[in-house]
């Protein structure tokens, strides 16, 4: 069983600790058809095709995310 949640004071600042006792993950490749439906583009797709389109987008991203981050960390120090 987790402990319960504690409020810490630092700087005059509230910070809180937090735990969980039940951690769920869910995994890229499990769809929500009610969620697929609201999009006719894919929504008649096979989840083979879903990933497919999944891992694409996911890439565009990563080119897109990845530089910004990059320097933003270089700005950083």
Do not use: C
């Amino acid at each position: 069983m987790a402990a319960p949640h504690q409020t810490v004071a630092i700087d005059g600042l509230e910070k809180k600790n937090l735990s969980a006792e039940h951690l769920e993950i869910v995994g890229v490749q499990e769809h929500n058809i009610e969620y697929l439906a609201r999009y006719p583009l894919i929504a008649d797709k096979s989840p083979e095709e879903l990933r497919k389109i999944e891992k694409g987008l996911l890439r565009k991203l990563d080119w897109i995310f990845l530089p910004v981050v990059r320097g933003l960390e270089k700005i950083g120090g």
